[in-house]
């Protein structure tokens, strides 16, 4: 597609929304996130991880021993989405997932040696994205901030609630 404004059809009277792909932020987002997934992808397959169990992975090295309640939480997933996440890492010898011993209604996740150990293989990944991305840091910064205020406001939008300060 050319930025020759002669594809006017989708514009419509001038007070109305823009039905240019180009104008619609929501295939920005589309299409920033196809991209820095896409430089993920081959990073992540050298280890043996998807993108979403590369998250279930990062939020246990940060935070340990981790109810399966606080991943939903701080992933923003369903249960129906992330226990399967759940089995494939403990298939793969990454996790456990164990009963707490004073409460046996809640189900936790450990990381086993194995899954402990990769976090050194992993420490390469996050350089290589920066570099890919070619932001400053204070510019990613900017954007992380942009975005997180984006994602609380439709959620509370849509649903009435936003993110707990960890999830956002």
């Keep these: 597609m050319s930025d020759d404004d002669s594809r006017t059809p989708a514009l419509g009277d001038p007070g109305e929304p823009s039905l240019i792909l180009d104008d619609q932020l929501c295939f920005t987002l589309y299409a920033a996130s196809r991209a820095v997934t896409g430089v993920y992808r081959p990073l992540l397959d050298a280890v043996g991880l998807t993108y979403p169990q590369y998250l ?3 939020a246990l090295w940060q935070h340990g021993v981790t109810p399966v309640k606080d991943l939903v ?3 923003q997933l369903d249960y129906g989405t992330l226990t ?3 089995k494939r890492l403990e298939t793969n010898g990454l996790l456990e997932r164990r009963r707490r011993p004073d409460d046996e209604r809640v189900v936790e996740v450990v990381l086993t040696p194995d899954g ?3 976090r050194e293989r992993i420490l390469t990944v996050p350089p290589v994205i920066g570099d890919a991305m070619g932001l400053t840091p204070e510019e990613i910064q900017t954007v992380q901030s942009l975005l997180r ?3 609380a406001n439709v959620l509370r939008h849509t649903t009435g609630t936003a993110p707990t300060p960890s999830s956002s």
């Design 149 to 151: 205020r984006l994602s």
């Design 84 to 86: 399967p996440l759940i």
């Design 73 to 75: 939480t701080a992933l």
């Design 116 to 118: 402990a150990a990769l």
């Design 56 to 58: 279930v992975m990062l």
